[in-house]
C-alpha cells in the first residue's frame, strides 16, 4: 500500500490527480523542477488555490470526461453519484445510467445546510427519488448530507459498507457540487491514505481520476468535474461566485406581486409576473444577492440605466462577458405548486393557488424550467 502511494505521488498532483509537468506553465499538472522532491507533490495550480484562493484557467479537453465515465461501464464497481440540492436539475448527470451500466448507483445529495432550518428530511429524500426517477436515474440508496458542515456524514459511510461488497468506488458529480470536500471526508474516514484534494469554489479543480487506495486493495476513484455551460455558476465571473453560491441556510426571500411587475436579481436575472391574480413568489436564492422591485414598464429602461450598479453585480464590464439575455415564457396552472428553476443560481416558489403567466430573462444557455415544488 505504502509503494503504491509513493508512486502515485511522482507521477501525479496530490490534490487534483492531474499529471505532473514542470515544462509548460501555462498546461495542467505544471510545478517547478526545484519543487517536485517536496512531499506530498502539489501543481502550482492546487498551491495557489490552497494558499491563495485563486486558480488558473485551464482547458481539459470534454471528451476525455466522457471517455472516463463511459469506461466505468466495463468495470465491476459501485458508483456514488453527488448533486448539489441547491442545484439539483443543474448537477444531476444527465444520461448517467447509460454511462454507468449496470453498476449500482448511490446519490448523495450534498449541501442540505444550505436549506432553510425546520425543513421535512424525509419530504426532501422523497422528492429527490421523484426527480431522479424522471431523470431515468435508477438508485439503490439516496443519502441526504452536507460534507461542509458534517452533516448526515456517517450515513454516507453506512452506505458504503452496505453497498461496496468488495469493489472499486467510482465518485462522479458536475462541477462546484462540493465533490472534492466529500471525498476528503471519505479519505479522512474510510481510507489510510493521509493526503487532501484541492478543494474551492473554482469549478473544475480536480483536473483527472484520483485513486484513493483502500486497505482491501480496491481504491475510491475520483473523477473530474463534469463542466455544465447551462448553470449559472459557468457563465459568471470568478471573482462573482462568492456572492452567487450561498455559504449558510437560504433565508427565503416572500415577494406579493401584482401582474405586470418585475424583479431583478441582481443584473443577472429578470422575472416577471405576466399575467394572474396576485399573489406570493418565494425565492430561495443566495442572501448576499441582490434583489430589485419595479413595473414592468419601466424594467427596460431601469436595467439599461442601472445594471451593475443600482441592481447589483457583476459589474458593467463583467456584463459583457456574460452571454445576452433569453426570454422564457413559464405558464403555471391553477392547483399547481411549482418552482421556476434557473441552473446555478436557484429557485422561485410559486404558489400555484390562482395560476400564473411568467417570463423569465437569464443569459443565454442558461437552463431554466418548471418543476414540482421541493419545499
Not at 432550518?117 to 443519502?143: P, Y
Not at 418552482?339 to 423569465?360: E, K, R, S, T
Request: glycine share 8%; hydrophobic share 35%; aromatic share 8%.
Amino acid at each position: 500500500m505504502k509503494e503504491r502511494q509513493q508512486d502515485e505521488t511522482i507521477t501525479s498532483c496530490a490534490g487534483c490527480g492531474v499529471h505532473i509537468q514542470s515544462q509548460q506553465p501555462e498546461e495542467a499538472g505544471y510545478i517547478p523542477e526545484n519543487a517536485i522532491s517536496r512531499e506530498p507533490i502539489i501543481c502550482q495550480r492546487c498551491f495557489r488555490i490552497r494558499h491563495y484562493n485563486e486558480a488558473s484557467s485551464v482547458a481539459i479537453d470534454q471528451d476525455d470526461f466522457l471517455k472516463l465515465l463511459g469506461s466505468i461501464g466495463t468495470t465491476n464497481s459501485l458508483v456514488v453519484h453527488i448533486v448539489d440540492l441547491y442545484d439539483f436539475e443543474g448537477s444531476l448527470i444527465s444520461g448517467l445510467q447509460r454511462f454507468v451500466g449496470n453498476n449500482p448507483v448511490i446519490l448523495v445529495v450534498n449541501k442540505i445546510d444550505l436549506l432553510p432550518k425546520g425543513m421535512n428530511t424525509n419530504r426532501i429524500r422523497n422528492w429527490v427519488q421523484q426527480q431522479a426517477k424522471s431523470q431515468g436515474l435508477r438508485t439503490i440508496d439516496i443519502i441526504l448530507c452536507s460534507a461542509k458542515r458534517n452533516m448526515g456524514f456517517e450515513h454516507v459511510i453506512d452506505a458504503l459498507e452496505r453497498h461496496r461488497n468488495g469493489r472499486d468506488v467510482y465518485v462522479v458529480g458536475a462541477t462546484n457540487v462540493g465533490k472534492s470536500t466529500l471525498i476528503n471526508r471519505l479519505i479522512r474516514d474510510y481510507s489510510d491514505m493521509e493526503r487532501e484534494l484541492t478543494t474551492s469554489r473554482y469549478p473544475g479543480t480536480t483536473l483527472d481520476a484520483v485513486h484513493i487506495p483502500l486497505e482491501d486493495g480496491k481504491a475510491i476513484i475520483d473523477t473530474p468535474g463534469i463542466v455544465y455551460t447551462s448553470r449559472m455558476t459557468e457563465v459568471v465571473p470568478r471573482s462573482f461566485l462568492g456572492t452567487l453560491l450561498p455559504d449558510k441556510p437560504i433565508k427565503p426571500l416572500v415577494y406579493q406581486l401584482n401582474e405586470k411587475q418585475s424583479l431583478f436579481i441582481g443584473s443577472l436575472v429578470r422575472f416577471d409576473f405576466v399575467e394572474g391574480e396576485r399573489q406570493s413568489f418565494t425565492f430561495y436564492i443566495s442572501n448576499a444577492l441582490n434583489v430589485h422591485r419595479t413595473k414592468m414598464e419601466r424594467a427596460d429602461e431601469l436595467y439599461e440605466n442601472h445594471k451593475g450598479e443600482l441592481l447589483g453585480g457583476p459589474s458593467v464590464a463583467e456584463l459583457t462577458e456574460i452571454p445576452e439575455w433569453t426570454r422564457h415564457s413559464l405558464r403555471v396552472k391553477q392547483g399547481l405548486k411549482q418552482d421556476v428553476f434557473i441552473a446555478g443560481l436557484g429557485w422561485i416558489q410559486v404558489n400555484g393557488m390562482y395560476g400564473a403567466l411568467i417570463d423569465v430573462y437569464a443569459p443565454k444557455g442558461v437552463k431554466v424550467m418548471l418543476r414540482d415544488s421541493m419545499i
